[in-house]
């Protein structure tokens, strides 16, 4: 059996007396779109960090295709295909969109030890930069300074900085938090050309969304995990229901 | 003879040590829960110096003097957190030093046109004069040992009114987590100035204490303020636990340090080679010991932040 | 290799200020000769080698945020490596220069690589504080003079021969090198590695998730910026021929942070700027009282409050445009 690709064996974190994680374990075969779903305050955004190294873990491991990566720092692990995206929009607002995902391709091509030359007009760089714009359809923005740029437009920026960095395992944390219906129809659009090109980790809120885009979906409560399925099981969960879509009123 | 030698060393730098702590309690608790950068704290030091002398010379008795440079000093520090610090918390740290450090430049002029450049000194009052015997061969100077007793009072007080009280909680709070007890309906800025207006009593109070022992002199808060730093970095910003035992740490090393630093490495070396390199090194000591403890805790010994 | 500028109809009004800066500076010395040359020559020098230091602090501060408060420290370095070379009889400049970088460049590297590990007002402290130990090492060379500092037996010789001597001929040396240095910094600081240190002043959590381990960049810059300021100090030396501790107290730090500021962060040649308006303003107030201090204090505390921008900013607002 091929090893799967991103997998997450026991992870645990506590602040002080409050467990964020509890003993979370989670497989992802190469090229699934996972998504967790669970309540505010359920933990998911620290699992993000846990998986992609900002917060370190109380115990537990992280693999990537097989190998452990849990003593990694989160630049480490980006450079072996474990990229991710952030709930509140996280650019550079000062520089143009194209030299946004060009720096992330920089941080993969070659030394960025290089003084002399000037960065933005590389080619080698702003090709694969403009290739990765108008993948998110933003390829008539690129000259735009970042932090002109739309809500919507940010978080679809977002996810071409990530797809930059050439993820082989790509975590999304709330992708559409904050967007309008017409930006998350553009966002959804997007997510659903990248499955299957990449494991794909979403976390989100929109239960639409997920129960559309997903094939497995897991539900994380109080930090623990107390689903995991394909959408339509786990929407039928009785423990699921109780526990979470009642309390959302679906 | 030198077990005499470093009890009254080591009696320096406890007195020493509580300086430092009475300076940097409050300047940890300010960086702790605004998140501010205040360069102008070791002025406050001056300012207590300064205010001390004019108080006794005026009154012809340091008690009396001292009792109005407390009021006086925090008048000073309330003043300023109401022309100046309280438009800098939302700025960034750059803007925090540029301020603070313009600050720092009028004041060690001011006292100058005010009070002349020239050192004042402020007799040891009667009651305090005069030395002590410890014990045999050991004589101490009475003003010391009470500038130690009462700095170890005020830890001890501080101590209680952190940990125990309402207010003190707040301000611990605060250090760890500053949003979280604004949400909690406090009024940050009300709580700052209650930290800052005490922080600059306290290093005003450390200023007064030294008078009769230091000169009073222009600039002279500012070399003490840089080992304050150390301490705040050592003890871990925000906590007052933390900085009292760095204060004490960073005193006894710097005083121990300079008189058997050389001593130590004679015993190794030869002696002018010793004597070259203790008085080059004895200096640096507390810095390389500030670098060691960095090393190993980057947010220092005690933390108030997790 | 050096990047050469664009040239093209709009690089003289792009580049306005920077050119004009350096025009004016190459015509100092035609200027002195009409009287006072010795004054004017030596306080426009002082500026220049100045501006080397702040250029080298706006690397780091202007493009990465870094607030060192320790930047002085690099200024009597590069000084105390001219001072102690030129006593034991080693003058010349061949020797003397790349120890100074060295020793600079060391402990930059060991400091920064400290400091570097904590942020915010942790990293403000810590630089100051190993500046302040880099003064008291000075202080207690009691072979060098100590607190008093120690004269120099002249200026560095390049081939054994005594080619700085002359006020003029030092004038355009120190001015080669700001050009030098300035045009290193900006191919610096567009480079793939400046934009790495630019990125890490907007978003440093965004950079280190796209893949950039930033102590590694920031070590690198801060290392830069000390070598580059530790040439200033092997000038400074030079200019004075002497060195003291002075060249590094706090408050020189704190000086050359208001000459960045003053110039406005981040232009580079806003630090020539700075560092021409501070001296300038230092030497004019001087001149008018001892306690020049009581006024420049609140002068400064008054731009934070009311002039962000710094002293081009300003300027750029009142004037309504201007460059850029």
């Known amino acids: ?43 998911k955004t620290t699992l993000i960090h846990q998986i992609s190294g900002l917060v370190p873990s109380d115990s537990g491991s ?37 030299e946004n995902v060009a720096l992330a391709v920089q941080a993969h091509e070659g030394s960025s030890f290089r003084f002399f030359g000037r960065a933005r007009e590389e080619a080698r760089l702003n090709a694969p930069a403009m290739q990765a714009l108008e993948e998110v359809g933003l390829g008539n923005r690129a000259s735009v300074r970042a932090g002109l740029l739309s809500h919507g437009e940010k978080r679809q920026l977002e996810i071409a900085i990530a ?88 | 003879m030198s077990m005499t030698l470093l009890y009254v060393q080591t009696l320096n730098g406890l007195q020493l040590g509580v300086l430092l ?46 009792a109005l440079a407390l009021p006086s000093a925090l008048a000073f520090g309330l003043l300023l957190e109401f022309l100046i610090f309280r438009h800098l918390y939302d700025r960034d740290h750059l803007d925090q030093v540029l301020a ?86 406090v009024d940050i800025g009300k709580l700052f100035m209650v930290v800052f207006g005490f ?76 004597s070259q390199a203790g008085r080059a090194l004895a200096p640096m000591l507390t810095y390389i010991l500030m670098a060691a403890i960095l090393f190993f805790r980057p947010a220092g010994l005690f933390p108030a932040k997790k | 290799m050096m990047m050469p500028p664009e040239s093209g109809p709009g690089f003289l009004k792009r580049e306005a200020v920077p050119v004009l800066v350096f025009v004016l500076l190459a015509l100092v010395p035609v200027a002195a000769t009409f009287g006072a040359e010795s004054y004017l020559l030596s306080l426009v020098t002082r500026v220049m080698i100045f501006a080397i230091a702040a250029l080298s602090l706006d690397l780091i501060l202007g493009y990465g945020a870094l607030v060192s408060f320790g930047h002085a420290a690099f200024l009597g370095l590069g000084g105390y490596a001219v001072g102690i070379l030129s006593a034991h009889g080693q003058t010349d400049a061949l020797v003397q220069l790349p120890l100074a970088l060295a020793v600079s460049a060391l402990f930059a590297l060991i400091t920064g690589a400290l400091s570097l590990r904590t942020k915010g007002v942790y990293f403000i402290m810590i630089t100051l504080a190993f500046g302040q130990m880099a003064f008291f090492l000075a202080v207690s060379l009691a072979a060098y003079g100590g607190d008093d500092g120690m004269t120099l037996p002249g200026r560095s010789r390049l081939f054994g021969l005594d080619l700085i001597k002359n006020d003029r ?52 810059g801060y290392v830069i910026a000390g070598t580059l300021c530790g040439l200033a100090g092997f000038l400074l030396a030079n200019q004075a021929e002497f060195v003291s501790p002075a060249y590094m107290t706090w408050q020189r730090s704190g000086e050359l942070i208001v000459m960045v500021v003053l110039g406005g962060l981040g ?58």
């Open chain 1, 1 to 43: 059996m091929a090893e799967p690709a991103l997998e997450l064996r026991d992870l645990n974190k506590a602040y002080g007396a409050l467990t964020v994680t509890d003993h979370v374990s989670l497989a992802l075969p190469d090229g699934e779109f996972h998504a967790i779903i669970g309540p505010n305050g359920a933990g």
């Open chain 1, 62 to 98: 992280v693999w990537l295709g097989g190998r452990d990566v849990t003593g990694l720092s989160l630049p480490e692990r980006v450079h072996r295909g474990l990229v991710r995206s952030f709930q509140i929009t996280s650019i550079l607002p000062g520089f143009s969109a194209l």
């Open chain 1, 163 to 250: 797809l930059a960095a050439r993820p082989r395992v790509l975590l999304l944390d709330e992708p559409l938090a904050g967007t309008g219906p017409e930006e998350s129809a553009v966002l959804i659009a997007l997510m659903q050309r990248l499955r299957g090109r990449m494991t794909i980790l979403l976390i989100e809120h929109d239960m639409e969304a997920v129960f559309a885009l997903a094939e497995r979906v897991s539900v994380l409560v109080y930090g623990r995990i107390i689903a995991s399925g394909p959408p339509a099981a786990v929407r039928d969960d009785p423990e699921v229901r109780t526990a979470y879509l009642g309390e959302e009123g679906g």
């Open chain 2, 21 to 66: 702590f009475l300076i940097a309690a409050g300047l940890t608790l300010v960086f702790g829960v605004m998140d501010f950068i205040n360069l102008a704290h070791g002025v406050q030091y001056m300012i207590g110096a300064y205010l001390a002398a004019m108080f006794t010379a005026m009154t012809g008795n340091f008690f009396l003097g001292l």
């Open chain 2, 100 to 185: 603070t450090f313009g600050i720092i430049l009028f004041l060690n002029q001011a006292v100058k046109v005010v009070w002349g450049a020239a050192p004042l000194s402020v007799p040891i009052p009667d009651a305090l004069s005069g030395s002590i015997r410890l014990m045999d061969g050991l004589l101490y100077p009475v003003y010391r040992l009470a500038i130690i007793g009462s700095g170890l009072a005020i830890a001890v007080l501080l101590g209680i009114l952190v940990s125990r009280t309402r207010i003190g909680m707040l301000v611990r709070a605060g250090a760890s987590n500053a949003p979280m007890v604004s949400a909690l309906g």
């Open chain 2, 199 to 274: 922080g600059a009593m306290l290093a005003g109070f450390a200023g007064a204490m030294v008078a009769p022992i230091l000169s009073v002199e222009p600039g002279m808060g500012d070399n003490l303020l840089i080992l304050t730093f150390v301490v705040i970095v050592i003890g871990g910003i925000g906590s007052v636990r933390g900085a009292f035992i760095a204060a004490i740490l960073v005193g006894l090393v710097d005083t121990l340090g300079r008189v058997f630093g050389p001593m130590l490495l004679r015993a190794l070396m030869d002696p002018s080679a010793a």
């Open chain 3, 169 to 220: 001929a030092f004038y355009f040396a120190v001015l080669a090198l700001l050009l030098a240095s300035y045009l290193l910094c900006r191919s610096i600081v567009v480079s793939r590695f400046g934009r790495v240190i630019r990125g890490a002043r907007e978003n440093p959590q965004r950079m280190a998730a796209i893949g950039f381990p930033l102590f590694r960049y920031q070590l690198a």
């Open chain 3, 267 to 324: 232009t580079l040649h806003g630090a020539i700027i700075g560092a021409a308006a501070f001296l300038l303003l230092e030497e004019w107030l001087s001149g008018f009282t001892e306690h020049w201090k009581m006024i420049f204090g609140p002068f400064l505390v008054l731009v934070v409050l009311f002039a962000r921008g710094g002293l081009m900013g300003a300027i750029r607002r009142i004037g309504g445009g201007g460059h850029g």
